[in-house]
């Protein structure tokens, strides 16, 4: 039986453990650690998709480090996956095409953008690092934690909990 996690008290315990300052990333963030555990999801990614996948990890200013995509051109669907890793928790972001095109993976599959066989390579390869998968609904949410980023509010409107661990500030 899989063991659920309550993804609100995740995101909850990672926002107080920082405290009220940390906003781009966590108190002893190791940037070289992290880059190194890119490169791993890429490597198993590149892998499970039989592709080579595009990396960014040069974001600055953000709240996470880096999107990794996979090919249209891989995917049984033939929509690109996205995913994004966030600075705080191990947690990550899997998405069809980008984030926000779809309310979810469910969506996503439903629609024809992604295929369960795919959503579970890409799935797979992120938790066998121990990613913490965190559902883009989860993140849509006003964000109420203890840092001043719920004062402020972006272009876009209120701050969310995607701005918060997956977005740029």
Known sequence: ?????????????????QGTDHLEFPHGFDRRRALARVQSLVERLQTGFGCQCV??????????HAVITVPAEATGAGERITVRLSNFGDFAVIAAENPGCYLDLDEAETEGALTLADRRTAEAAA??????????PALRRP???????????????????????????
């Open 55 to 64: 990396v960014d990890t040069a974001v600055q200013d953000a709240s996470f």
């Open 1 to 17: 039986m899989a063991h659920e996690i309550d993804i609100d008290a995740v995101l909850r315990a990672a926002d107080r453990a």
């Open 127 to 136: 938790a066998s690092l121990g990613y913490v998968l965190i559902p883009e």
């Open 143 to 169: 964000y109420d934690g203890v840092t001043p980023l719920g004062e402020h509010s972006s272009p876009y409107g209120e701050a969310t909990w995607w701005i918060r661990f997956f977005d740029y500030l």
